[in-house]
C-alpha cells in the first residue's frame, strides 16, 4: 500500500496559481488512480479531480474543470494539481487519494476509500 504526502498550499491571490504536489512511497505507484480531493471549513470532503495509472485518462469536477489540471509523473511517483485562476471558494484543505480505479475514487464516498495523504491548506484570498 502507497503512503502519500502532499506539498504545495498556501496563500493566494484570487485569479492566481498554485501548483500541488502528492509523493507517494512503494514500488507500484503506476498501478494506482490517483485522484485530488478538498474540504472546505465546515463542509464535506469532495472530489475535485482523478487520474488513471498511465495518466492518459482525467476526470474533473464541474467545479474545476478548466482550471486545475491532474498530470503525474511516475518515474517519480508523484501527481500534481495544477490550480489556476483561483476563486475564494476553492479555499479548502486539498487531499490526495489512491485507489485502483478511477470510478472509485469519481463515485466512492470518501469515507470508503483506505489510502490518503495528510492535506495541504489552500487560502484564496485578498
Known amino acids: 500500500q502507497v503512503q502519500l504526502v502532499e506539498s504545495g498550499g498556501g496563500l493566494v491571490q484570487p485569479g492566481g496559481s498554485l501548483r500541488l504536489s502528492c509523493a507517494a512511497s512503494?514500488?507500484?505507484?503506476?498501478?494506482?488512480?490517483m485522484g485530488w480531493f478538498r474540504q472546505a471549513p465546515g463542509k464535506a470532503r469532495v472530489f475535485v479531480a482523478a487520474?488513471?495509472?498511465?495518466?492518459?485518462?482525467?476526470y474533473y469536477a464541474d467545479s474545476v474543470k478548466g482550471r486545475f489540471p491532474i498530470s503525474r509523473d511516475n518515474a517519480i511517483n508523484t501527481v500534481y494539481l495544477q490550480m489556476n485562476s483561483l476563486k475564494t471558494e476553492d479555499t479548502a484543505v486539498y487531499y490526495c487519494?489512491?485507489?485502483?480505479?478511477?470510478?472509485?475514487?469519481?463515485?466512492?464516498?470518501?469515507?470508503?476509500?483506505?489510502?490518503w495523504g495528510q492535506g495541504t491548506l489552500v487560502t484564496v484570498s485578498t
Open positions: 487519494a489512491a485507489d485502483r480505479t478511477t470510478s472509485r475514487l469519481r463515485y466512492s464516498s470518501p469515507s470508503a476509500l483506505d489510502v
Open positions: 512503494g514500488r507500484t505507484f503506476s498501478s494506482y488512480a
Open positions: 487520474i488513471s495509472g498511465s495518466g492518459i485518462h482525467t
